[in-house]
């Protein structure tokens, strides 16, 4: 049997939103039995790079156990969130602020699958380091 | 095994960092051993102090015993000699004799012999005192009943590692195998029950509040700024500091000036307190020149026509410079820096990076007289595409403005006044 995959589709295959606009999409598990999944987890969430520790925060989070929720598990799986006004992706210089997608599978047998779509909030200018 | 467990894991960029699992395994086995620990220190201490006290003065019959001879014991097992009180008694119960040495139910030893002596003073070889036996084993008694008081607060020691440890462990426990994103939802969540968390619209997720910017109504225009520091508590922080360091280096100083007075200089003390002393010199240097600007330079006021300033937004500023001195150059600059913080070891580093400044205003060869500060307008126009201030844990992106002063024969000086500048989306009808 063949490796079990995540199909992540976003709605209209958009990579950039506003602030207060709705994202959409759906997710779909492939080549997996309901019986191997232990969980499965959508977030929609923004995390921090560069010089600094990680920060990350989830605004829009769903997790189902096939155990506890009847649903096909191969069937896809609508979501939907307004995005929020703040804060809006940034590409600075020691400070980097991404948004994305993520879905995260749990398999029975303890390994987790993670597959994301990364997209942009807003139009904020990428910065550039300033001398005194 | 080497997917399943990896001692290190790749993070994001190019930084490795550790295994969360392997991380986890260790926290498990540190916090599981204090855990264990607490729980025999306490179980000891139950064993030698609770459960004899509880049942001599809960179980306990009494009767009527005979002293036979009394002297202080000594413990051999500690390093410095303890003492305690044993009274050899003789007593009777449903007909047979018992024979012994005890006085009360813990048998603890004290590192003072005065109680001991104390204690035996009360009782006379050949005389009669009530004493407990205990009902299941006749040939346990006590002479007296009670309890130890003060010494019950040392079960607070195995009890805060018990109680340290399960807490941890617990912790452990539901973030094992919790993505990071679940965590972040249930710490989420856990922070809008804390009844004391500010509450805040989820619409403005980490921006900071502008409740202390719009407080305080300016004369000229709508909201007088807030400086970022206080120079005259910076002076203080700075004078405390000097005075701290000075004075210990002082006492050295004393030290090395006696050895050569005494004729038997000590040069390598002598050698050891020199860099010390250049240090407080320089730091008296400092302090001095941060009492000049403070005490010569005068209030500096900011006000702005509306708050928080929005990208793409056009707003008003009035500055006010008090002081007696003439100015070289005055200049009002727009600045964004980003803050970021980070663990190096056991340190915790702050990072920061100006990525905007703008200056928005400029005057030259200002003289400026008792009573009659410097005033003056520009405009502040905020860049469309600029990034809204932005406030996480570990990362930050601020606005300011900054005041510099250049000023004839003194050192020139700068005072920040933050601003808060919003998400376009967040504009409300007043900006």
Known sequence: ?132 | MSRRFRFYEKKRGDRRTGSKRFGNVGEALFFGFFLVVGCLALWAMGSVLVVPEWRANRHFAETTCMVLEKHVGHSSEAESPRFRPEIEIEYSVDGHTYRRTTYDATGLYSISREPADAVLDRFEVGNEYPCWYDPMDPGRAVLVLGYSGWLYLSLLVPGSFIAISTRRLIFIWLNWGTSAERRSVMSRRAAELDPFEESRGAALANVPSDANWTNSPGTHLAYRLPIAATPGWTLFALLAACLIWNGIVTAFVVMAVRTHLAGQPDWFLTAFVIPFVVIGILLVGYLVRQGLITAGVGATRLEISNHPLYPGGEYEVFISQAGRFTLTSLNLFLVCQERATYRQGTDTRTDTCTVYRQCVFTVENVELEDHKPFDGRCRLDIPASAMHSFNSDHNEIGWKLVVRGCVASRPNYERDFPVLVHPPAAQSPRA
């Open chain 1, 1 to 132: 049997m063949s490796e079990p995959q995540i199909e992540l589709v976003l709605a209209g295959e958009q990579q950039r939103y506003q602030a207060g606009e709705t994202l959409s999409g759906h997710y779909r598990l492939l080549n997996i039995a309901a019986r191997d999944v232990r969980a499965v987890e959508l977030s929609v969430l923004w995390y921090t790079e560069g010089t600094g520790d990680e920060d990350l925060a989830v605004h829009f989070f769903d997790r189902f156990e096939p155990a506890t929720r009847a649903i096909e598990i191969c069937q896809p799986q609508y979501f939907g969130t307004q995005l929020p006004a703040s804060p809006l992706s940034y590409a600075g210089q020691i400070v980097k602020i991404f948004w994305c997608v993520r879905v995260r599978l749990f398999l029975t047998q303890g390994k987790d699958l993670i597959v994301e779509r990364p997209i942009q909030i807003g139009n904020v200018a990428a910065a550039q380091e300033v001398q005194e």
